[in-house]
């Protein structure tokens, strides 16, 4: 799960980590109520997708009648395919250093790595790139976690020695979102040194495992319904299909994510593109395929729809029954064409033909056969 | 011969008496793999499958000298499961629960590197399959060949795919590895790659990957010069860019991860990536 900025400061502020005064608006009156609170403030667009600052999402105000029209301008935009549904109202900071501390999963070394770097802000990535010794890195034990000298040696390599004191115990603090809350990503970037020399989150990220929510379910609870993306994806979560949006006309349905992944390149291939990346999963049953059809055709922009099945031991004449049943209960008129293969794969072709639903040989074959149909 | 198992290979199922793992141990057998017994904490002293069961995997290694498990209980439990077959000196652990929580597989690796003998495979993978001599895992047996062919891949259903591809060609396989999808996994691309090499049966080899991370980068690299002939093919070429949110995951992969890079390595050791899986074969030569 994504948590927004401000969900992301509240975990942090529960481990010790100072953030500034901050408060959320979910309009523009609340937003200059808020700076009437704080002071100055920065009007910062809660989306669980970063770039926000270069699409116009954070704004500064000075006064309360500033955020007000700030907060008017930034709730409802579109940032990156999520539309903003709240702002965040941060008291300005008075600046000295910008520091970079994160820490995410390396698949390479299968670790968890964390990061220190005395150049952060905006431009870290490009950083990483030209100077990747300006970035201090440790793989922490994962059972033990980071020990002392090892932090130590850390803040001293990124050349932040003199702040030894205070980095290591933010970075202490920071890294409890792993063991606590099955954090796989975490950044604050800026981690901003105050003139007064105080150590502040600036920005706050931070993402946790969804396959560990058995764990944190109050994480869930608390954070989960103010997210809210792509109607398509909120339904298919919500009809717990794997889901993902995309902006072409062909829906496809697939099992397995590695063959759904490969159907949309085919569909590429043969001169479309597709409308969604749909993963129905082993079995193939009649009830997901209707769950996921009804999905599909929710979209105005689908044209028509390919089901790429490879069935080992599931068996094809099933799903085709399946299929021949989900397309007539939904009443659904656009192109259909379905690549079967398994078990009785054959009796599944026919079963199809005879419901007027194109079978197609391989995937290949099949994406061509629906981005013709949808071209005639 | 074959790599990882063969018809000697003992094998054990944990989580035998669950649906899953009855079922797919009867599967097992089914196509001849040494099936010696299964693991379910409680229901020790009994049977299924036709094999006994035992509380511990200890214990089922002492009654039967097995040295291979696959793995079927659910996600809270099998990293705990994929470190009790460690402990107990199982070579080869094939671990096919989908869902395990990413910091736990990271303590599991960390575990793992006290027990240099042991071979964790996935998790979240469709096991293994050496045709003519067993299988571990899910794989469907009769869509397999004996054969020369090599075949290693991240995914399941594009497995099953490039397999009825190559079996309908004539190809059949030597033996069959899904290393599975999640981001912390046990065996890599590199390390199939070069247990191929060593096998004299293998000739040819074909590498199923897709995007992210960069593991297929770094097999690539071995590729360079080696004595099988080998084609790659490369899913989620069209996927777009993940919606990111921090700058951690760009600072640690850089370019890396994108099929982009990914075909660009194979291509620069001479290896042809294949665009369909039908085309797996035409390259393969």
């Known amino acids: 799960m994504k948590l927004l900025e401000y969900q992301a400061k509240e975990v942090l502020a529960s481990f010790g980590i100072a953030i500034p005064p901050g408060k959320v608006a979910k309009t523009p009156a609340e937003a200059a109520a808020a700076a009437r609170e704080i002071g100055p403030v920065a009007v910062k667009a809660q989306v669980p997708v970063g770039g926000r600052g270069k699409a116009g999402g954070i704004k500064l105000a000075r006064t309360p009648e500033e955020a007000e029209q700030a907060a008017a301008q930034i709730i409802g935009m579109d940032i990156k395919g999520f539309k903003v549904p709240l702002v965040y109202c941060e008291g300005a900071l008075d600046i000295a250093q910008e520091i970079y501390l994160g820490f995410t999963v390396d698949r390479d070394t299968r670790a968890n790595i964390l990061m220190l770097s005395a150049r952060g802000g905006m431009d870290i990535e490009a950083v990483a790139e030209e100077a990747p010794e300006s970035i201090a890195k440790l793989y922490p034990n994962p059972w033990r976690g980071p020990l002392a000298f090892e932090l130590r040696r850390l803040v001293f390599e990124a050349g932040l020695g003199t702040l030894a004191g205070p980095l290591t115990k933010v970075i202490k603090q920071l890294y409890r979102a792993i063991p606590e809350q099955d954090a796989i990503t975490a950044e604050i970037n800026p981690l901003v040194v105050t003139g007064a020399g105080e150590v502040v989150a600036g920005d706050a990220k931070l993402e946790t495992d969804e396959n560990a929510a058995f764990r944190h379910q109050d994480l869930e609870a608390r954070y989960s319904e103010v997210l809210e993306g792509d109607p398509y994806e909120v339904e298919a979560k919500k009809r717990a299909l794997t889901y993902v949006s995309l902006d072409g006309e062909i829906g496809v349905i697939g099992n397995g994510a590695g063959l759904c992944m490969g159907t949309l390149d085919l569909v590429q291939r043969a001169g479309s593109r597709a409308a969604n990346f749909c993963d129905i999963g082993g079995g193939a049953k009649a009830e997901t395929v209707q769950n996921a059809l009804q999905v599909i055709l929710m979209n105005p922009r689908v044209k028509g729809v390919l089901i790429n099945v490879f069935g080992g031991i599931t068996r094809a004449d099933e799903v085709a029954r399946g299929v021949v049943e989900a397309r007539r209960n939904l009443g659904m008129k656009l192109p259909l064409v379905v690549r079967l293969s398994g078990t009785n794969e054959d009796e599944g072709k026919r079963i199809l033909r005879e419901n007027g639903i194109e079978p197609g040989d391989n995937g290949w074959e099949a994406a061509q056969k629906i981005v013709a149909m949808t071209r005639s | ?285």
Not at chain 2, 94 to 108: F, L, N, P
């Open chain 2, 1 to 285: 011969m074959s790599i990882l198992l063969d018809a000697e290979s003992k094998v054990i199922v944990q989580g035998i008496t669950g649906r899953e793992g009855g079922f797919h141990a009867e599967r097992m057998r089914e196509m001849g793999t040494r099936l010696v017994g299964g693991v379910s904490p409680g229901k020790g002293g009994g049977t299924a499958v036709g094999v006994p069961v035992f509380d511990t995997v200890a214990e089922a290694v002492i009654a039967t000298g097995a040295t291979a498990t696959g793995i079927f209980v659910p996600p809270p439990f099998a990293p705990d499961a994929i470190m009790e077959a460690a402990d107990a000196g199982i070579e080869l652990i094939v671990c096919i629960t989908e869902g395990i929580a990413i910091q736990d597989m990271i303590r599991v690796k960390d575990y793992l590197k006290g027990f240099p003998d042991a071979r964790l495979l996935g998790p979240n993978c469709p096991g293994l399959l050496t045709p003519g001599a067993g299988k571990i895992g899910i794989i469907p047996a009769q869509i397999a060949t004996p054969g020369s062919v090599g075949l290693v891949s991240r995914s399941g259903t594009l497995t099953y795919e490039a397999m009825a591809v190559l079996s309908r060609a004539g190809r059949g396989q030597s033996t069959v590895v899904g290393i599975g999808g999640d981001p912390v996994l046990g065996l890599s691309f590199s390390d199939v790659v070069g247990l191929f090499e060593s096998d004299p049966q293998t000739t040819h080899l074909v590498l199923i990957g897709e995007i992210g991370g960069s593991d297929e980068e770094r097999a690539a690299e071995l590729l360079a010069g080696s004595r099988l002939k080998t084609v790659a093919f490369i899913s989620g070429r069209t996927a777009p860019e993940g919606k990111r949110m921090g700058h951690a995951g760009a600072i640690v992969s850089g370019n890396k991860g994108t099929a982009k890079s990914k075909v660009e390595a194979f291509e620069r050791v001479g290896v042809p990536v294949a665009e369909t899986t039908d085309q797996i074969v035409e390259l393969l030569g």
